[in-house]
C-alpha cells in the first residue's frame, strides 16, 4: 500500500497549501491588486506615459518615465513587448525602452502583492526598489554601450510625432487610481495601527460544535473557511456578471462588485482563536472609509462603460491568471513536500554569489506562468533557500523568459539582446547578494 | 477586396475584437470579399500599434488599446469599403 499512501500523502500536502494561501491573507492582496491592474490597464492611457519617452526628452524624465510606465502599462504580459517594440524603433532612447522592459515584469503589481502577503514585505519592498534601480542602471548601461549606433539612429528617425500626442487624463483618474493602492496598503500593511483591535464584538450567533474543531484539522479558522467560501461563490457570480459586461451591466455585476467589496471586509478584522470574538481592527475601519469613498467618486466622476472596460479588463486578468496560480500553489504544496531540504540548502542556503547566481540560472531555466513563481519561491524559502538567492530567483524568472528572449532579440538584434540578458543576469545576482547582505546588517 | 487584421498575441481581448470583427462582417457581407488575419508577433504588431488589442482595415489603424463592438467596426468597415471604390 506504500505508493498509494505516498500519493495520497502528496495530494493531501498540496491540498493544505492551497488552503493555507486562500485564507485571508492572500485574498487581502490579491483582491485588490487585481482591481488595480484592470484599473490602470482600462483607465490610464499609454500616452500619459508616452510623452516622456521620446528622444528630446532630458534623461532625467525618460527613465524615471519608463520606469513608472513599466509599473502602470505593463500588467499583462502580452502588452510589454509590443510596447516595447513599437515605443523603440518609434524613437525612444534604447535606454528608456530597456528600462521599461526590465521594470515592467519586475514590478507586476500582481506579483509585487502577492510577494508581500506570501513571503513578506521586506521582499517585495526590495524587489520594487532594486528593481527600479537596477532597471534604470541597465538602460543607462545598454545606452552608454551602444552610444555610437543609437546617435546614428536618432539622426536618422523621422520626427514622426508619436511622443508629442498628450492626453488630459482627468483628476478623478489619478485620485481613484490612489485610492485603490491605498486599499491595496491598508489591507495587507502589519502595522500596529492597522492590527490592533479597536473594539471586539461578539457574534449573536452559536457555533456548531464539532465545526471550529473540524476546521482545525484542515488547519483553517472559521474566518479563512468563510473567505474561501466566498471565493468559491464569487468564481460564477463574476462569469455571470463580468464576462458580458462590455456589452452591459447585469444584477450579478453589482452582486460581483458587492462581494468582492466583502472579502475585504470579511478579511479584515481579528478573530480571536477558537470563538466567535470579531476584533474591529483598525484596518476594517480604513477599508470601509475608503471603498465608501472609492465607490462614490468612482459613481460620480466615470461613465458607465469606462467602469464596464476597468471590471472587464480585472475579469480578464482574473481568468488568465488566477487558474494557474491556483495549480501552481498545489504544486508547490507537493513540491515541498518531495524536495529534499538538502539539495535547496547545499545549492542555496547560504548567502554566496554563487548561490545567487544559481538562483537566477533557475529562473532563467524553469518556465512559470505568471505570478507562479512566488508560491515556489515561498517553497523554497520553507526548504531552506537563503532570502538572497531568493530574491535574484524572483527577480530574474519574470525577466528572462525564453520566449521574451527571443522575441527580444528579434527586435533589438542579437548582440544588443546578448548583452541585455548578461547585464540582468549580472544585476539580478547582486541585488540578491546585496538584500542578502544587507538582511544579515539590519 | 478588403483586407482586415486583428493584432493581438492571443488574451480575450483580442478573442472579443476578432469575435466582434467577424459578426460585424457577417452582418456587412462585404462585397469583393475579405480576407481577415490574426497577427500575433509582437514586432509585427509594433509596427501598428503599441496597445493591444488593435484592428487594421486596408493597412490602416483603425482602433487600438480597446474592444470596439460590432455596430463600430461595421461602420469603419463601410467607410473603408467607400474609400475603396472612389
Given at each position: 500500500?506504500?505508493?498509494?499512501t ?16 486562500l ?99 521586506d ?27 543609437e ?39 502589519q ?61 450579478w455585476?453589482?452582486?460581483?462588485m ?12 481579528q ?18 472609509i475608503?471603498l ?15 467602469i ?5 479588463e ?10 494557474l ?20 540548502q ?52 519574470p ?20 548583452v ?23 | ?20 470583427t ?19 508577433d509582437?514586432?509585427t ?42
Open positions: 500500500m506504500q505508493p498509494v505516498f500519493v495520497l500523502d502528496l495530494l493531501w500536502a498540496g491540498w493544505t497549501g492551497l488552503l493555507d494561501y485564507a485571508a491573507h492572500v485574498l487581502l492582496c490579491l483582491v485588490p491588486a487585481f482591481v488595480i491592474a484592470g484599473y490602470m490597464s482600462a483607465m490610464i492611457p499609454k500616452e500619459a506615459i508616452t510623452r516622456y519617452l521620446g528622444p528630446k526628452a532630458s534623461r532625467w524624465i525618460s527613465y524615471p518615465a519608463a520606469a513608472v510606465g513599466g509599473f502602470v502599462l505593463a500588467v499583462c504580459s502580452c502588452t510589454i513587448l509590443p510596447l516595447f517594440a513599437g515605443i523603440w524603433k518609434r524613437g525612444a532612447g534604447l535606454g528608456a525602452a530597456i528600462t521599461f522592459l526590465f521594470v515592467g515584469p519586475a514590478v507586476n503589481i500582481l506579483a509585487i502583492a502577492y510577494t508581500g502577503a506570501a513571503i513578506g514585505f521582499f517585495a519592498l526590495a524587489r520594487i526598489v532594486l528593481s527600479i534601480i537596477f532597471g534604470i542602471g541597465i538602460g543607462m548601461l545598454m545606452a552608454w554601450l551602444f552610444r555610437a549606433e546617435a546614428r539612429r536618432a539622426a536618422e528617425m523621422q520626427d514622426n510625432g508619436m511622443f508629442d500626442q498628450t492626453t488630459a487624463v482627468p483628476r478623478a483618474v489619478w485620485a481613484v487610481f490612489l485610492l485603490l493602492i491605498a486599499v491595496l496598503i491598508v489591507g495587507t500593511l502595522v500596529d495601527l492597522l492590527t490592533g483591535t479597536w473594539f471586539d464584538v461578539r457574534l449573536p450567533v452559536e457555533a456548531p460544535g464539532g465545526l471550529l474543531a473540524t476546521l482545525e484539522d484542515l488547519s483553517l479558522t472559521p474566518q479563512g473557511a468563510l473567505l474561501i467560501l466566498l471565493l468559491l461563490l464569487i468564481a460564477p457570480v463574476a462569469y455571470l456578471g463580468l464576462e458580458h459586461v462590455l456589452e452591459g451591466f447585469n444584477r455585476t453589482y452582486v460581483s458587492s462581494l468582492v467589496a466583502l472579502t475585504l471586509l470579511l478579511a479584515a478584522p478573530v480571536t482563536q477558537g470563538s466567535l470574538v470579531v476584533g474591529i481592527t483598525g484596518r476594517f475601519v480604513g477599508e470601509v475608503l465608501v469613498v472609492i465607490g462614490t467618486v468612482a459613481a460620480r466622476s466615470f461613465e458607465r462603460h469606462q464596464a472596460e476597468w471590471l472587464w480585472t475579469w480578464r486578468f482574473v481568468k488568465q491568471i488566477f487558474p496560480l491556483i495549480v501552481g500553489v498545489f504544486l508547490a504544496g507537493m513540491g515541498k513536500a518531495i524536495l529534499p531540504e538538502q539539495w535547496v547545499t545549492l542555496a542556503g547560504r548567502n554566496t554569489l554563487w548561490a545567487n547566481l544559481i538562483g537566477v540560472l533557475f529562473g532563467v531555466f524553469m518556465y512559470f506562468p505568471t505570478l507562479v513563481e512566488v508560491p515556489i519561491a515561498r517553497m523554497f524559502l520553507d526548504l531552506g533557500m537563503h532570502r538572497g538567492p531568493l530574491l535574484a530567483y524572483l527577480l530574474a524568472d525577466e528572462l523568459s525564453l520566449q521574451s528572449i527571443l522575441v527580444t532579440g528579434k527586435i533589438l538584434g542579437r548582440r544588443k539582446t546578448a541585455y540578458v548578461v547585464l540582468v543576469t549580472i544585476f539580478s545576482t547582486l541585488a540578491g547578494y546585496i538584500f542578502g547582505l544587507a538582511l544579515s546588517v539590519i | 477586396m478588403l483586407s482586415i487584421k486583428v493584432l493581438g498575441p492571443g488574451c480575450s481581448n483580442c478573442e472579443k475584437v476578432e469575435a466582434h467577424k459578426q460585424a462582417l457577417g452582418m456587412l457581407q462585404p462585397e469583393g470579399g475579405y480576407e481577415l488575419t490574426k497577427v500575433t509582437p514586432l504588431i509594433s509596427e501598428y500599434i503599441l496597445k493591444t488589442p488593435g484592428l487594421v482595415i486596408n493597412e490602416a489603424v483603425v482602433c487600438e488599446g480597446r474592444i470596439p463592438d460590432a455596430s463600430e467596426i461595421m461602420s469603419w468597415l463601410a467607410n473603408a469599403l467607400e474609400t475603396a471604390e472612389n
